[in-house]
């Protein structure tokens, strides 16, 4: 499902150069849950963003479902981020004037999708993350469990392939946290495959494979 080959990543700052990641080359398979984890500085958020279509590699190559997305122009890096990547962050990055149900409608609106299936893959969505019950609340109705759920909810209703969570329980409680981890687990049982960013050992337990990674270089998977 995602193969990275040799990737590099240099950032330009003044003069000087950065280097984040450096000859990475990872493997993930369909339907593997695999936390990437490293001190901060590290590179594992870079490399999450480089799978995701948020950021592209200065060297090397993305393989996603067989396809190469490190050639892609802009718009076709948009239309593989909507189709096939579901993307879970520590901020929730909900709209706080929207309710929970019109920000898990949200990412279907750049798809064509009429207003009708739009609303009912929203609450579907919602139910799978039993928060059916909370559609009309606001985030600031929520509590951050709830918040991050709706946010889950959002990451599932456009179907994609690939479920990317970075640090999905930073700014939770530990029962919380607990709650999101056994959410994220169970739909890598429905097949999903989830790459998720952590500095947690408890969290990172959860996966199948994790992948450390230090100075911008893998130094170890386990």
Same mark, same amino acid.
């Given at each position: 499902?995602?193969?990275? !080959?040799?990737?590099?990543?240099? %950032?330009?700052?003044?003069?000087?150069?950065?280097?984040?990641?450096?000859?990475?080359? #990872?493997?993930? !398979?369909? /339907?593997?849950?695999?936390?990437?984890?490293?001190?901060?500085?590290? /590179?594992?958020?870079?490399? *999450?963003?480089?799978i995701g279509g948020?950021?592209?590699?200065?060297?090397?190559?993305?393989?996603?479902? /067989?396809?190469?997305?490190?050639? %892609?122009?802009?718009?076709?890096?948009? =239309?593989?981020?909507?189709?096939k990547i579901g993307?879970?962050?520590?901020?929730?990055?909900?709209?706080?004037?929207?309710? &929970?149900?019109?920000?898990? *409608?949200l990412p279907l609106?750049?798809?064509?999708?009429?207003?009708?299936?739009?609303?009912? =893959?929203?609450?579907?969505?919602?139910?799978?993350?039993?928060?059916?019950? =909370?559609?009309?609340?606001?985030? @600031?109705?929520?509590?951050? $469990?709830?918040?991050?759920?709706?946010?889950?909810?959002?990451?599932? #209703?456009?179907?994609?392939?690939?479920?990317? &969570?970075?640090?999905?329980? $930073?700014?939770?409680?530990?029962?919380?946290? !607990?709650?999101?981890?056994?959410?994220?687990?169970?739909?890598?049982?429905?097949? %999903?495959?989830? +790459?998720? +960013? @952590?500095?947690?050992?408890?969290? &990172?337990? %959860?996966?199948?494979?994790?992948?450390?990674?230090?100075? $911008?270089?893998?130094?170890?998977? #386990?």
């Amino acid at each position: 499902m995602i193969d990275i !080959k040799n990737v590099f990543k240099v %950032y330009k700052m003044g003069t000087e150069k950065l280097k984040v990641l450096d000859d990475v080359s #990872v493997n993930i !398979k369909k /339907g593997e849950f695999v936390a990437i984890v490293g001190p901060s500085g590290s /590179g594992k958020s870079t490399l *999450m963003n480089i799978i995701g279509g948020l950021d592209t590699p200065t060297k090397g190559e993305v393989f996603i479902d /067989g396809e190469n997305i490190s050639k %892609y122009n802009d718009k076709q890096m948009s =239309r593989f981020r909507n189709n096939k990547i579901g993307f879970v962050f520590q901020s929730f990055n909900l709209e706080p004037t929207l309710t &929970a149900l019109e920000n898990v *409608m949200l990412p279907l609106m750049f798809s064509g999708t009429s207003e009708k299936e739009r609303k009912e =893959r929203a609450i579907n969505s919602l139910s799978l993350v039993e928060l059916s019950d =909370r559609g009309k609340h606001k985030p @600031t109705e929520l509590s951050g $469990g709830q918040r991050q759920r709706v946010s889950i909810a959002r990451a599932l #209703v456009t179907n994609p392939k690939i479920i990317l &969570a970075d640090e999905p329980t $930073g700014n939770l409680d530990s029962k919380s946290g !607990k709650n999101i981890m056994d959410i994220l687990q169970g739909f890598k049982s429905q097949g %999903y495959t989830i +790459v998720m +960013v @952590t500095h947690n050992p408890e969290e &990172a337990s %959860y996966a199948d494979r994790v992948i450390e990674i230090q100075d $911008g270089a893998i130094e170890e998977e #386990v």
